[in-house]
């Protein structure tokens, strides 16, 4: 198999890749085809990729960058390590054998009708664009003999070696188990003259160029094997090892897994009319009662992903349960991604399910419309988190409430867990540490990178659908999606589509969720009710005693004063109740610190809440949105009780044992 | 046999006693009730007068919930849902045994410490009221031996922490790391699972073994009127070691009491809606049975200890 490989590849590439029939979603900027072997007593992977990278651009290039991620897993020295300052990793117990790296034997120019064979290994430099750092070796350039010019193809063979780390993030070997992502030699983005080609940091992932991947691995026959793409063929090579195919069209990265012990499922679904998919779920043994579940977690993702943002347009999905330690959970790449469980898991604590469905709405977010996770994590990251949310309620309910005691799962089914929590309290904790559009490695700290890239984008997410309601959001994501399958978006173009259906310029809200680092907190101030003093006096030339009013009709003057405690200024809506059951739905244009409202009627008011709808779900403080005139007492004496029964419980067992 | 008859005599003499009990209970919730105030107003104010209170009266605002946890520390820090029904009743087992008190807020490990102490001095008296035959159970002959043996059960309350520290917090580090190493290496979560629950159940079974030859300590200090530590220590641990099978099956009677009692509780408990005053105070009012059923088991232990090391000596 592997001596047509070479072959195989001549008919494929340059420039005229037919992809055997098939149609490609898109232009096929960068392809790969490769042909590696997986030592597991050496725990590397050698092998050659053929490149062709065409540049789809109207500036000419005159280097090539490289990604070189594992590298980053060399020593700890690397950026993405010295960011992770020990804290995802077990650095402190790694062996000389443990470390991983990307090295490049050679890399040369394949003749071609524009380009004259030539050997470009010694104009390999590592670059370090984003901190400077001498240690890091995960991106390099190559200055070209001569530019690429727009819409001119070059061909490059590339032999490569890649150690496979101990598990460090995302990737590694644990228990013959393999996850191998950011593996090989990947060209970065050429786009506005210029690379983007970022280095590989702790809170960062990833972005690439679309094309096509037809990758052959070589390994121990016991193994069984997913990755990105279809699974071609397989090849007994009669020595103990399998060479295994998987080919995918239109994607921006190849990632695999394998090991002796996974179980595999296959499943074809039809997720509309004229619509199926091929799901295989890699399941490890020890979480073979959680099959169903998965793969039910996997077909909803698809259903509902289709229906709100486009037919899934592959024809698999490889859904892998991570091995244990293994850290590489929960992760995306196109086609294939990893989930997560755990063994005592039980219905309603959403495990597998919720992280099934998130890392699935990836392969929309950043698989499909190849959003740059480097600089604008937002896009994906938060865009899933919303959708993932949305998906699991849709399709299970809200989860409810659970905590482990002593590693067994308990769940409180009177507590349900509603969507406006998703990502409100990491949004609260650390509303005014980064604006949200950052550089992923840019932001303050870990924390601030989840809550801004996850939590308050997909705050922003739901926000807005409540702000322009459903039947105007709705269609707008789905235009969103489809329209950018295949083409990068950038912030300005996720505006346009929202304006264009908003049928407005919504730069005033989301400038403020986006580019500011303000909270939003409306609040009702207080209300206030007084009876209406009986004219007494000279009014004009009438003088009143006070007497003249009839008794019994009282009239209150009220006045609510609401109050905007945040800096995010959005217009709200303002319900008011009276005392006799009238209600009243104000709207305050939203800008000014407070506003007043006073009314004159026989019946007082008795409640005021602001944004009644909660349309503003990324509200700090929701508490404060409404105030009662006769608020429930009970409350406070019900739940300080169900707090003393735990202090005097556990007093009286630390007595018990203590005293 | 000698288990089961000394388990009998004890849980006749501490209902004859029900006083104690009360006194033990009444120590309880002095403690508990200003902690609950606090915690009290803390929900007062957060909830105030918004619509949370109605969420709240009729079921668990988890909006809120985070709001509250996020804007607060300390005391409030520990109010969760967890801590509904049998939530709390596994919250502070595994607080106990897993040494996550550790982490709770200063006001609340110096309520427990308090406690502790004011705990000390009344099982002097207790063991002490229980050692007297016939008349003489006056507040006053409480009051006395709890003064009298003050200083031997403050004694003895010290080697408990210190066995804390000197062998079950040592020891449940040591297993817990070697737990977390082989679990780095494992194939699955179901082994460090497996460990996790071995250990726990090492730590807690070990924790009553030492309380209970302290239990015997105290014992000798009072029916021995032993002023050294060192004898009475000796002569608890001398018991122990001469009738394992005894003392321990008297232990495991009194840990299935407090089981089913715990059980018995939040079944009942569970079937009491609190969505309106009087569920809330039926509620209570359980609660309070239960401390009280607490209170009194942890007498009548004391009592049937106290009989079986009559009995075997």
């Known amino acids: 198999m592997r001596k047509v490989a070479f072959a195989l590849f001549l008919l494929l590439c340059p420039s005229s890749l037919s992809l055997q029939g098939q149609e490609p979603f898109c232009t096929q900027v960068a392809n790969y085809f490769m042909d590696v072997r997986l030592d597991i007593e050496r725990q590397t992977i050698t092998g050659k990729e053929w490149v062709t990278w065409t540049n789809s651009t109207d500036s000419p290039a005159l280097e090539l960058w490289f990604h070189l991620y594992w590298n980053a897993f060399q020593n700890n020295r690397s950026t993405f390590l010295k960011e992770d300052g020990g804290r995802g990793s077990d650095l402190y117990r790694f062996g000389r054998e443990d470390w991983g790296h990307c090295r490049i034997g050679s890399i040369q120019i394949i003749e071609s009708a524009d380009f004259d064979p030539f050997d470009l290994t010694s104009r390999i430099r590592f670059r370090q664009p984003d901190d400077g750092n001498p240690f890091d070796q995960t991106v390099i350039s190559i200055r070209l003999p001569q530019p690429v010019a727009p819409d001119q193809t070059i061909d490059l063979v590339i032999a490569f070696e890649a150690k496979v780390p101990k598990p460090v993030s995302r990737t590694g070997v644990h228990n013959q188990y393999y996850f191998i992502a950011q593996w090989y030699p990947k060209l970065g983005v050429f786009q506005d003259g210029e690379w983007n080609c970022h280095q590989y940091h702790r809170a960062s992932e990833y972005y690439a160029d679309y094309g096509t991947y037809d990758v052959q691995i070589t390994l121990p026959s016991s193994f069984v094997v997913g990755a990105t793409g279809e699974h071609r063929e397989q090849e007994d090579n009669g020595d103990g090892t399998t060479t295994h195919r998987f080919f995918q069209h239109s994607v921006h990265d190849f990632a695999w897994v394998a090991s002796p012990h996974l179980q595999r499922f296959t499943e074809e679904y039809a997720y509309a009319s004229d619509k199926t998919t091929e799901i295989t779920l890699l399941l490890q043994p020890y979480h073979r009662k959680l099959r169903d579940r998965y793969l039910n977690a996997v077909k909803n993702a698809v259903r509902y992903a289709s229906l709100w943002l486009g037919d899934y347009p592959y024809s698999t999905i490889t859904c892998v349960d991570p091995a244990y330690n293994s850290r590489s959970g929960g992760m995306e790449y196109p086609t294939f991604f990893t989930g997560g469980a755990y063994f005592l898991s039980r219905p309603g604590i959403p495990r597998p399910e919720a992280v099934t469905i998130h890392e699935f709405g990836h392969g929309y977010f950043y698989g499909l419309l190849g959003s740059n996770e480097f600089e604008q994590a937002w896009m994906d990251e938060g865009m899933t988190s919303y959708l993932d949310a949305a998906v699991y309620r849709e399709a299970y309910g809200d989860?409810?409430?659970?905590?482990?005691?002593?590693?067994?799962?308990?769940?409180?089914?009177?507590?349900?867990?509603?969507?406006?929590?998703?990502?409100?309290?990491?949004?609260?904790?650390?509303?005014?540490?980064?604006?949200?559009?950052?550089?992923?490695?840019?932001y303050m700290d870990t924390e601030s990178y989840g809550a801004n890239a996850y939590a308050k984008a997909a705050l922003l997410m739901l926000t807005l659908r409540r702000y322009l309601g459903e039947e105007v959001f709705d269609p707008m994501l789905k235009a969103y999606s489809t329209r950018w399958w295949w083409r990068h978006p950038r912030p300005s173009d996720f505006f346009a589509v929202v304006s264009e259906f908003a049928g407005q310029d919504m730069s005033w809200f989301l400038d403020q969720f986006i580019y500011g680092s303000g909270h939003l907190d409306y609040a009702v101030g207080r209300i206030t009710n007084r009876p209406v003093p009986p004219q007494k006096g000279w009014f004009g030339l009438e003088y009143r005693t006070g007497q003249e009013d009839r008794p019994g009709e009282q009239v209150y003057e009220s006045e609510v004063l609401i109050r905007r405690l945040g800096e995010v200024k959005v217009p709200v809506k303002v319900l008011i109740r009276f005392s006799d059951d009238r209600t009243m739905l104000l709207d305050w244009e939203g800008q000014y610190r407070w506003k007043k409202y006073t009314f004159r009627s026989s019946a007082h008011v008795t409640q005021a809440v602001v944004d009644p709808d909660f349309v503003y779900v990324s509200d700090i403080n929701r508490t404060n949105n409404s105030r009662m005139l006769k608020p429930a007492r009970l409350a406070p004496w019900r739940w300080a009780a169900v707090w003393l029964h735990w202090l005097q419980h556990t007093l009286e067992l630390f007595a018990f044992i203590g005293s | 046999?000698?288990?089961?008859?000394?388990?009998?005599?004890?849980?006749?003499?501490?209902?004859?006693?029900?006083?104690?009990?009360?006194?033990?209970?009444?120590?309880?919730?002095?403690?508990?009730?200003?902690?609950?105030?606090?915690?009290?107003?803390?929900?007062?104010?957060?909830?105030?007068?918004?619509?949370?209170?109605?969420?709240?009266s009729q079921g668990f605002d988890y909006l809120w919930w985070e709001e509250f946890r996020d804007d607060n520390e300390g005391l409030e820090a520990t109010f969760s849902p967890a801590l509904l029904g049998k939530g709390a009743v596994l919250s502070s087992l595994e607080n106990l045994i897993r040494w996550k008190f550790l982490s709770f807020p200063p006001w609340l490990l110096l309520s427990a410490c308090f406690y502790l102490v004011m705990r000390t001095l009344l099982a002097g008296g207790i063991l002490h009221t229980y050692s007297m035959k016939g008349n003489g159970h006056s507040g006053q002959e409480l009051l006395k031996g709890a003064a009298a043996h003050a200083p031997q059960f403050a004694g003895i309350l010290l080697c408990g922490w210190l066995s804390w520290l000197v062998i079950l917090a040592p020891l449940s580090s040591g297993l817990n790391s070697w737990v977390r190493h082989t679990a780095r290496n494992s194939y699955s979560e179901i082994a460090p699972f497996i460990l996790n629950l071995l250990v726990s159940a090492v730590i807690f079974a070990l924790f009553f073994l030492i309380q209970m030859v302290l239990d015997y300590t105290r014992i000798s200090v009072v029916i021995q009127e032993r002023r050294s530590l060192w004898h009475a220590f000796r002569a608890g641990i001398g018991l122990v070691a001469r009738h394992p099978l005894s003392t321990i099956a008297l232990l495991g009677m009194m840990l299935l009491v407090q089981a089913v009692a715990t059980a018995a509780y939040l079944l009942l408990r569970a079937l009491i809606p609190q969505d309106g005053p009087l569920g809330v105070a039926a509620a209570f009012v359980l609660l309070q049975a239960f401390i009280f059923t607490l209170a009194w088991i942890r007498c009548w232990q004391f009592s049937s200890q106290m009989h079986l090391f009559r009995y075997l000596n």
């Open chain 2, 1 to 56: 046999m000698k288990a089961l008859l000394n388990f009998l005599k004890g849980f006749h003499q501490s209902a004859s006693l029900p006083q104690l009990i009360l006194l033990v209970y009444v120590v309880n919730i002095l403690v508990a009730i200003p902690l609950a105030v606090t915690l009290f107003d803390s929900l007062q104010d957060s909830f105030g007068d918004s619509q949370v209170t109605e969420r709240m």
């Open chain 1, 399 to 442: 989860p409810v409430f659970w905590r482990n005691f002593f590693g067994i799962p308990v769940t409180f089914p009177q507590v349900r867990i509603p969507i406006e929590s998703e990502g409100i309290s990491s949004h609260r904790m650390t509303w005014n540490r980064d604006e949200m559009q950052r550089n992923a490695w840019q």
